[in-house]
């Protein structure tokens, strides 16, 4: 009796309490989980079939009307940006004071490797890439496409997920800025399921001429910021420009093999500690906000993506979010840094022939997609996704 009692009185106390109700399945889990590697893959080498898109070239144009045709079957409702884009005559630009910092305003290390835009069509060997990359851009009329997923309680309120469509450099844009727009396009096909309702709105913009110095995202800011949470027609319930609450740009995702090596090559494989780069810039207006959105993303890194880590920094520049640092909390995801570690070299595909879908494997492509789930699970927590039953 002694030896059996304890047992006993244990059944009797688990008896009387209801066991505890299992938790409930994270929504935000289940949509990231619906990303997947091949179908992100897909999308990249899907976007490459327009060869470098550079703006002003009817592969450009060709590239827009496919982004849009797949959007519409994710059922994501689209919309364009139309603006001229007229280049300033060659020559006129200052050189950058030389303050030994990196654009954006960190301090470079280590070995720098030289950077530039590649112009010469003979650099890329492929004849029928530079066959399709031959004709060049003219000055004119621009086009760039949108879509958006309308929030259920707050349809006034609204995050833009960003990426460039254009590329230039006589290779396929690949890395530049194909990870990228696949990326957003890939979150327009998850959050646009029909079983997914998020409270707040989402925007998912592909850039036009970002590599001349963001024109596309800037006409948006200047014919839609004075639009922003007005209803229309009063009454409606409709929003056409909803309040920006954030803008997150995603310019080029796959390659973290690391510096530079002293004899001036590069690993050939990603390197174990690659990271997605989370940037803000602390010069800006919105740099407190801006850096409170960069760790909402860092910690939807922990808890969802699946191989790769993040890192929070402060210098973002030269992307499509930098139009935006002054007016809403603004952030961008790379690969790298763009000023201290793309700058130094880090990426030698950019902006060349070489930034074709071939260039890069499962590794590569495997840090695009966890930029994917890292801004999957924070646009999900900050708009309160949720799954119909
Ligand atoms: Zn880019």
Redesign the pocket.
């Known amino acids: 009796m002694r030896i059996i009692l304890p047992a006993l009185f244990l059944a009797m106390i688990q008896a009387q309490t209801p066991p505890a109700p299992p938790a409930a399945p994270d929504p935000v889990k289940t949509l990231v989980e619906r990303l997947d590697l091949e179908k992100y893959k897909a999308t990249i080498k899907g976007l490459t079939q327009f060869g470098d898109r550079r703006q002003g070239t009817d592969r450009n144009r060709a590239a827009v009307d496919w982004i849009e045709a797949q959007l519409k079957r994710y059922g994501c409702p689209t919309d364009r940006i139309k603006y001229v884009y007229d280049p300033p005559p060659a020559g006129g630009g200052r050189g950058r004071p030389n303050t030994g910092l990196a654009v954006g305003g960190g301090r470079p290390r280590g070995d720098k490797i030289p950077t530039g835009v590649n112009t010469d069509p003979m650099k890329q060997p492929d004849e029928k890439l530079r066959a399709l990359n031959m004709q060049p851009t003219t000055p004119g009329p621009r086009e760039m496409v949108y879509c958006t997923k309308v929030g259920t309680t707050h349809p006034e309120e609204m995050y833009i997920v960003g990426g460039?469509m254009d590329?230039h450099g006589w290779g396929e844009a690949a890395n530049?800025?194909g990870s990228?727009t696949a990326l957003v396009m890939e979150l327009a096909r998850v959050f646009n399921a029909p079983d997914v309702k998020t409270e707040r709105t989402i925007r998912f913009a592909l850039w036009n001429n970002?590599?001349t110095g963001s024109q596309g995202a800037r006409a948006y800011i200047a014919q839609r910021q004075d639009l922003q949470g007005k209803e229309n027609p009063p009454g409606s319930g409709k929003y056409p420009e909803p309040k920006w609450l954030g803008m997150i740009q995603h310019?080029?995702m796959l390659f973290d093999h690391g510096m530079p090596l002293p004899d001036g090559t590069m690993r050939k494989e990603q390197r174990a500690e690659a990271d997605v780069n989370i940037e803000f810039q602390s010069n800006s207006k919105m740099a407190a906000e801006s850096m409170k959105l960069a760790w909402v993303f860092e910690a939807a890194n922990e808890k969802y993506a699946t191989d790769y880590p993040a890192a929070v920094g402060p210098h973002m520049t030269n992307?499509d979010s930098g139009p935006f640092i002054d007016i809403i909390p603004a952030i961008s995801l790379r690969e790298n840094e763009r000023g201290v570690q793309i700058g130094n070299g880090w990426d030698p595909q950019w902006h060349q022939p070489t930034d074709v879908y071939a260039t890069y494997n499962d590794k590569d492509f495997r840090l695009g997609l966890n930029a994917a789930q890292t801004t999957l699970g924070a646009v999900a927590g900050l708009t309160g996704a949720t799954l119909n039953k």
């Open positions: 460039h590329g530049d800025d990228g970002e590599e310019d080029i992307t």
